[in-house]
Every structure is written in structure tokens, then in C-alpha cells.
């Protein structure tokens, strides 16, 4: 009989600590992410002519904001360690991404276009060129961030996973130019990649705790955009700009 109880003891105590455990494996905090980014290019594209007299040459300008957020406050778990990814619920199970929610506006102008386009070589991708327009879409359903946590000094960066869709399609004719597609360029749609966000206000080791943090890129400048984009100083010729800004807060 005391053999059982005490079975029954160690049973219960070995349950106690595989529970606790569990529990302490990750520490649940609130955060909230929100950020926009701005970019601005100017092209003038030539689309050749089928007889080869005159030109069919187009010169238009876009305008992309791109708001992005959390979708409001989200419970996420963070593992231990000197650094971590920031988990959260997805299917019953955690995973190191974070969701995402927002928009993408586009506007087209065109500043220069021929009036005709029956000599022009290449109608299809001229017409496109040529063709105003604004408009928004949300983001595309189930995109995600993947957010990482240094706990000292207390930074945190971020960063679109490769392959994971997120800007929306957009069908009208102008709004769907090249030009707009981030990624045709660069890995991420967003410009955050190796950016720290120094946090502020508390540590992580509290039981109640806030703690926030802010960056913003600065103007960025683009030459060769979008065929070969790359970043030079906003001194030097370019044809594209972009700035990106975003806040975040962990809270509990």
C-alpha cells in the first residue's frame, strides 16, 4: 500500500514539474506592430517602333504606400536564450512567424506618351506605360513577418520571409506596371531587413513590463529602377526613392 502511494506520489510530482516546465518554456507577451512605407520612381521607357521612324517612348511616375501592422494586438511567445523569434499560434501549434495585415495603394501618372500606338513594337507593355491609375488593395491573405528578439541590449529586426507572398495583385491596367513589383529587385517588399529597433521602457525578465521602440530608414535612393535597382547616395543620379518607418510595443 505504501509502495503504491508512493508511486502514485512520484507519478503526481513528475506530472508538477513536466507541466511546469511546459509553462516556463516560453514567456507570453502582447505585441503590436505597426509601419508604413513610401517609395516614389520616375521612368521613361522606350518601346520601339514597328517601321523604325519616330519613337513610341512613355514617361510615367508611380506612387506606392505600403501600410503594414499587426492585425491589433497579438499574443506571442517568446523561447529562451540570448535571442529568440517571436512565436505565435497558427493551427493549433506555434510557429516563428508573425501575421500580418494592411495595404498597398499605387498611383500612376503618365507624363509623356505617344498618341497613337499602332507603329509602337511592343503595344502590350506600352499600353501598361501609358495607362493612369489608383487604386488600393489589402495585402495578400496570410501574409506573415518574421520578428527576432536580441534581449541584450533589448533589439528587435524583422523581415519578410522569402517566398512568402505579399503584395497584392493588382488588375487595372497602370496600377499592374513592373515598376511597382518590389520584389522583381529585392528579397523582401519591405525595406527593414538589418535594421535593429532599440526597445525602451522596461526589461523582459518583468512580470509586468512595456516596452517600445521606433526606427525609420531615412530617405533611400535607387538608380536603374526596377531592371538592376540598386542603392546609391540621393546626391547621385537616381530614379527612385524610399522611406520606411515602423514602431513596435511589447507589452503584459
Keep these: 500500500m505504501r509502495c503504491a502511494l508512493g508511486l ?28 508604413v512605407q513610401v517609395m516614389h520612381w520616375d521612368l521613361m521607357e522606350q518601346f520601339g517602333t ?7 517612348d512613355v514617361r510615367h511616375h508611380g506612387d506606392q504606400t505600403i501600410r503594414f501592422s499587426t492585425p491589433g494586438t497579438v499574443r506571442v511567445a517568446l523561447g529562451g536564450g540570448y535571442t529568440t523569434p517571436l512565436f505565435t499560434r497558427h493551427a493549433g501549434s506555434l510557429r516563428a512567424l508573425v501575421p500580418l ?12 506618351a505617344p498618341p497613337d500606338v499602332s507603329n509602337c513594337y511592343d503595344k502590350a507593355r506600352e499600353r501598361v506605360a501609358a495607362a493612369p491609375c489608383s487604386g488600393t488593395e489589402a495585402i495578400n491573405k496570410g501574409a ?38 518590389i520584389t522583381q529587385s529585392f528579397l523582401s517588399p519591405l525595406f527593414t531587413r538589418g535594421a535593429h529597433v532599440q526597445l525602451h521602457g ?17 530617405t533611400m535612393c535607387l538608380r536603374n529602377w526596377p ?3 540598386y542603392f546609391v547616395k540621393c546626391s547621385a543620379p537616381h530614379n527612385a526613392d524610399v522611406v520606411t518607418s515602423w514602431q513596435m510595443t511589447f507589452s503584459r
Design 8 to 35: 502514485v506520489a512520484l507519478v503526481a510530482a513528475l506530472s508538477a514539474t513536466a507541466a511546469s516546465g511546459t509553462a516556463e518554456r516560453y514567456a507570453y507577451w502582447h505585441f503590436r506592430l505597426t509601419g
Design 101 to 112: 495585415a494592411g495595404t498597398e495603394q499605387r498611383v500612376h501618372t503618365v507624363l509623356d
Design 202 to 218: 522596461g526589461r523582459f525578465s518583468s512580470k509586468h513590463a512595456k516596452l517600445s521602440g521606433h526606427f525609420a530608414t531615412g
Design 227 to 229: 531592371d538592376a535597382g
Design 144 to 181: 506573415v513577418i518574421k520578428v527576432e528578439l536580441r534581449r541584450l541590449p533589448r533589439t528587435v529586426s524583422m523581415f519578410i520571409p522569402f517566398g512568402l507572398g505579399f503584395q497584392p495583385v493588382f488588375r487595372q491596367q497602370g496600377c499592374n506596371s513592373p515598376a511597382f513589383d
Design 50 to 56: 514597328i517601321d523604325g521612324s519616330g519613337a513610341c
